[in-house]
Antibody, heavy 120, light 111 residues
C-alpha cells in the first residue's frame, strides 16, 4: 500500500525556518517525481515545488523561490521541504504528493498534510 | 487568481447530472497537457478522481468522467449522491510558467 506521511509542521514566528519531511512507503520511491502542494485555511490548492527522481532537477512557485528548498533522500525514502524566511502568507497545510516521471502525469497519491502556522 | 478557472460552486439534486468546467489557455490545457481532477472531502487530503486519459483510480465509480476540448476541460458527475458533496479541483501543467497549476476549486452541494 502506497503511503506518504508528512511531519515537521508547527507554529513558527515570521522570519523563522521549518523543515517538513515526507516519509514514503509501499512503492519504489526513486522512480517517482515528488511535489509539495499547499492549502491556506479555507482556500484552494497551490502547487509549491517539484523534484525529479534523482534530485537533479527542481522547480518552485514564484511565491517561494529563493526561500524554500526541496530535496530528497532516496536511500531513506524521504522527501524534504526546507522553508526559510517564513511569512504569514505561508500559513497552510502542506501536502506531499507523488507523480510518475513527466509533466502529463497526475498526482496520484497524497499525504495527509502537515499544518504550518506562521505567526508571532 | 488561479491560472485555471473554475466556477466557485455548483449544485444539484440527488440523481441529477452536474458538470464542472475548467478554463485554461494555450500554454496549459490548449498545449495538450492533460487535465486531472481531484476530490477533496471536508477535512481530508485531496485524492485523484479522474486523470487526463479519463482513467479512474480503483474504487472511483464510473459516475465520474472527464473530457477536454481546446483550452477547456470538464468533469461530469452523473447519478449525484449525497457523498459526492466535496470540493473539486482541476490541475494541469503550464509550459509558459513551467509550473503545475490548479483551478481555484468548485464546491459541489447536493441539495
Amino acid at each position: 500500500e502506497v503511503q506518504l506521511v508528512e511531519s515537521g509542521g508547527g507554529l513558527v514566528q515570521p522570519g523563522g525556518s521549518l523543515r517538513l519531511s515526507c516519509a514514503a512507503s509501499g512503492f519504489t520511491f526513486s522512480r517517482y517525481w515528488m511535489h509539495w502542494v499547499r492549502q491556506a485555511p479555507g482556500k484552494g490548492l497551490v502547487w509549491v515545488s517539484h523534484i525529479n527522481n534523482d534530485g537533479s532537477t527542481t522547480n518552485y512557485a514564484d511565491s517561494v523561490k529563493g526561500r524554500f528548498t526541496i530535496s530528497r533522500d532516496n536511500a531513506k525514502n524521504t522527501l524534504f521541504l526546507q522553508m526559510n524566511s517564513l511569512r504569514a502568507e505561508d500559513t497552510a497545510v502542506y501536502y506531499c504528493a507523488r507523480s510518475s516521471s513527466g509533466y502529463h502525469f497526475p498526482f496520484d497519491y497524497w499525504g495527509q498534510g502537515a499544518l504550518v502556522t506562521v505567526s508571532s | 487568481q488561479s491560472v485555471l478557472t473554475q466556477p466557485p460552486s455548483v449544485s444539484g439534486a440527488p440523481g441529477q447530472r452536474v458538470t464542472i468546467s475548467c478554463t485554461g489557455s494555450i500554454s496549459n490545457i490548449g498545449a495538450a497537457y492533460d487535465v486531472h481532477w481531484y476530490q477533496q472531502l471536508p477535512g481530508t487530503a485531496p485524492k485523484l478522481l479522474v486523470d487526463g486519459t479519463s482513467n479512474r483510480p480503483s474504487g472511483v465509480p464510473d459516475r465520474f468522467s472527464g473530457s477536454k476540448s481546446g483550452t477547456s476541460a470538464s468533469l461530469a458527475i452523473t447519478g449525484l449522491q449525497a457523498e459526492d458533496e466535496a470540493d473539486y479541483y482541476c490541475q494541469s501543467f503550464d509550459s509558459s510558467l513551467t509550473t503545475w497549476v490548479f483551478g481555484g476549486g468548485t464546491k459541489l452541494t447536493v441539495l
